[in-house]
């Protein structure tokens, strides 16, 4: 017999019917090139036998896996902190890369993060600096750090900062601690943003954050300086603001029309484009996500940048959610479909039918709300294979209509075919030599434990 293809090892590492001493094999396994599949370090619910075996992984890569990976425990990634590989500890103190957008990454203990900052390795130090993942406390404690990278970091949580640290850091001995405490400070200060705008470095945030003297303003508007960022401002006066609205940059008139004090009568008079794919991240609107009167204010605007920021809102209440369903707003869609568990099924469907492909597929697989029961009469036959692949998500799909899918013209149809338990053993047998369906087939649940084994066997992990 054809022996089975190499891509079906990948499939049984991520396999959710694994049995743990087949886990525990595969992942002892150094392997060759980069090591044992990735999958198997990236799994939820590692057992602590399982996770002893990453600690003491000799290959590098593999523990780097683990470390990076968003759905182990912190506590257990955090027992890398002593890794012998500044790789892996800097892996370990950036985190992962990438995560579920409606969820978000649990910090590691602030002592650990506090040993990944005294690492004697500056990459280590540098990657925990730049970890999105930090805990609140662990950043304020940055504060008072001999390292001027970790009070520059702390200085850019200044809302959240005491004010006996405000102070020191405004007073640090380093240049670029003191030049962050007072991007920090000049929101509440006219006189520190006087003091930044004369730096070119930090003359276009000051602008856009900071309490302005009005004789700054207009030194600005008569050299044009950075004028987007200072049609930003929140204590620009009324009348630069209306200077500002008729700018012949758009790009300034665009960023005046965001302004959170207009009324919509007089937002919508400002004469700006947006492009159609533009995201919105209008920041006002992004502080107030859980904020029910900021999203009915963004909501319900015409401004489809204010739309699309709040269409980015888990918390966003049904009538505001049918009113964003109901814009015609690609974007919206898109948004919608990736923060709102009860974004509606014809939303996420439109969403479907227009970009296809990798996206589309991790929607279907992983929205509450993408729709089942169904689909197996309704597209089991469609010209588009794009939608006969959703018919393997029917609960009421026969293992015929699998078993017909699995020979499907389309390869994702294929491999989603392969993936499905309902699948007849002979076919998921013959799956796992084919090329292209042979990492689905090795990922399926139904697979018999005498087949897993077998893979692993003739991938050469030894026993």
């Known amino acids: 017999m054809v022996a089975f293809h190499a891509s079906a090892l990948d499939g049984v590492a991520r396999n959710p019917a694994l049995p743990t001493p087949l886990l525990l094999r595969l992942l002892a396994c150094e392997g060759g090139g980069d090591g044992p599949p990735r999958p198997a370090f990236r799994r939820a619910r590692l057992p602590e036998a399982a996770v002893a075996v990453i600690l003491a992984h000799p290959n590098p890569g593999a523990r780097i896996e683990f470390a990076i990976s968003a759905r182990a425990e912190p506590s257990q990634r955090a027992r890398l902190v002593d890794d012998p590989s500044p790789k892996v500890r800097a892996a370990l103190a950036y985190g992962p890369e990438w995560h579920d957008p409606r969820t978000t990454v649990a910090p590691l203990p602030d002592d650990v993060c506090a040993r990944l900052l005294d690492d004697s390795v500056p990459s280590v130090r540098a990657a925990l600096l730049d970890s999105p993942h930090l805990g609140p406390s662990f950043v304020a404690s940055l504060a008072t750090h001999r390292d001027p990278a970790a009070r520059r970091k702390a200085a850019r949580g200044w809302e959240k900062l005491p004010t006996g640290e405000r102070s020191a850091l405004l007073?640090?001995?380093?240049?670029?601690?003191?030049?962050?405490?007072?991007?920090?400070?000049?929101?509440?200060?006219?006189?520190?943003?006087?003091?930044?705008?004369?730096?070119?470095k930090s003359a276009a945030e000051a602008l856009r954050h900071g309490i302005l003297h009005r004789a700054d303003a207009e030194r600005c508007l008569a050299g044009r300086t950075h004028l987007a960022a200072l049609a930003e401002n929140p204590s620009l006066p009324h009348d630069l603001v209306e200077r500002l609205a008729v700018d012949p940059d758009e790009d300034v008139r665009l960023a005046v029309s965001l302004r959170p004090e207009l009324d919509e009568k007089r937002r919508m008079s400002i004469h700006f484009t947006v492009d159609a794919l533009t995201r919105g991240d209008v920041q006002w609107v992004r502080d107030g996500l859980a904020d029910p009167g900021v999203l009915r204010r963004a909501a319900t605007s015409a401004h489809p940048l204010l739309r699309r920021t709040a269409a980015q809102s888990p918390h966003l209440p049904p009538d505001l959610l049918d009113l964003l369903a109901r814009t015609e707003d690609q974007v919206v869609d898109n948004l919608l479909g990736v923060y709102h568990p009860d974004t509606p099924q014809e939303v996420l469907m439109r969403v479907y039918a227009r970009l296809g492909g990798t996206f589309s597929a991790w929607m279907a697989e992983?929205?509450?709300?993408?729709?089942?029961?169904?689909?197996?009469?309704?597209?089991?036959?469609?010209?588009?294979?794009?939608?006969?692949?959703?018919?393997?998500?029917?609960?009421?799909?026969?293992?015929?209509?699998?078993?017909?899918?699995?020979?499907?013209?389309?390869?994702?149809?294929?491999?989603?075919?392969?993936?499905?338990p309902r699948l007849p053993l002979r076919r998921l047998r013959e799956a796992l030599h084919v090329p292209e369906l042979a990492s689905s087939a090795g990922a399926n649940p139904a697979l018999p434990e005498d087949k897993m084994t077998a893979v692993l066997e003739r991938a050469g992990v030894p026993a």
Request: some cysteine; overall charge negative; hydrophobic content about 35%.
């Open 366 to 420: 992983t929205h509450p709300r993408f729709p089942r029961e169904g689909l197996a009469a309704r597209y089991a036959d469609h010209p588009d294979g794009n939608y006969r692949r959703l018919a393997v998500r029917d609960p009421a799909a026969t293992p015929q209509l699998i078993e017909r899918l699995s020979h499907d013209l389309e390869v994702w149809t294929r491999q989603a075919a392969a993936e499905d």
């Open 171 to 200: 007073a640090d001995p380093d240049p670029e601690v003191r030049q962050a405490a007072a991007l920090g400070e000049c929101r509440r200060d006219a006189r520190v943003t006087a003091e930044l705008l004369r730096d070119p």
